[in-house]
């Protein structure tokens, strides 16, 4: 079955504790891409990337890394969480980048 | 700037009544554009999409939608909602290896 999968699903955690959420999509997309969705700002994309060792920031990348070292898996690194960034973070991927996105089903995150 | 512009925040109908949500873009070159839909607690599931030719285009659950190039529009509709529509629907525009997302507009179906 084509999916994007992402872990954990749900994480606490604290300020300052470094931590990674992975993705993995099973389509042999070459474009993936991280989003947060806040209340009344909808999706922002955080950093995507077009091909395996090709990354580039999004429209809200600060606080946030990414690697592209295998075309199947795209984790998002906090290495120094805030609370600003408790939201809920979803993982897409794609052939392109302007075409239909497959959306994991989201990692929600509580930063205390 | 690029940007996807939906019109209606929050809308609230009751069972049967007809749907209509706005969507404009604002963007030139390639015009790829999409409905996804987000039932609560769950991931973003596609609705349907444009991508060249008839420019009244059906989705999956009774949802359609029509380009209209001249209005830069790409409006929703639904002859008669369900409760189970209850969801946020965001309208997403694909340029150059990027997308360019809608703030969404939450409907809630009254029964």
């Known amino acids: 079955e084509a999916q994007v999968t992402q872990n954990p699903r749900y994480l606490i955690t604290v300020t300052g504790k470094k931590l990674t959420v992975t993705c993995s999509q099973n389509?042999?997309?070459?474009?993936m891409s991280w989003y947060r969705q806040d209340p009344g700002l909808g999706l922002r994309q955080i950093y995507y990337?077009?091909?395996?060792?090709?990354?580039d920031k999004g429209d809200v990348p600060e606080g946030y890394k990414v690697s592209r070292k295998e075309k199947r898996n795209f984790p998002l690194i906090l290495e120094s969480p805030s609370p600003n960034q408790t939201s809920l973070y979803f993982c897409?991927?794609?052939?392109?980048?302007?075409?239909?996105?497959?959306f994991g089903p989201g990692t929600r995150l509580l930063v205390l | 700037a690029q940007s996807v512009s939906q019109h209606n925040h929050h809308v609230i109908l009751s069972e049967a009544a007809s749907l209509e949500l706005g969507c404009n873009y604002s963007?030139?070159?390639?015009?790829?554009l999409f409905w996804y839909v987000q039932y609560p607690g769950q991931h973003l599931q596609l609705l349907l999409k444009?991508?060249?030719?008839?420019?009244l285009v059906k989705g999956i659950k009774g949802f359609e939608a029509e380009f209209i190039k001249s209005k830069f529009s790409f409006n929703l509709r639904k002859p008669s909602v369900q409760w189970s529509d209850t969801a946020e629907y965001f309208c997403?525009?694909?340029?150059?290896?990027?997308?360019?997302f809608g703030t969404g507009t939450l409907l809630a179906v009254q029964p």
């Open positions: 897409a991927s794609s052939v392109t980048g302007g075409e239909t996105q497959y």
């Open positions: 389509m042999n997309h070459e474009y």
């Open positions: 990337s077009m091909n395996v060792e090709v990354t």
């Open positions: 963007y030139g070159g390639t015009v790829n």
């Open positions: 444009y991508f060249s030719g008839d420019p």
């Open positions: 997403i525009g694909g340029a150059t290896n990027k997308l360019i």
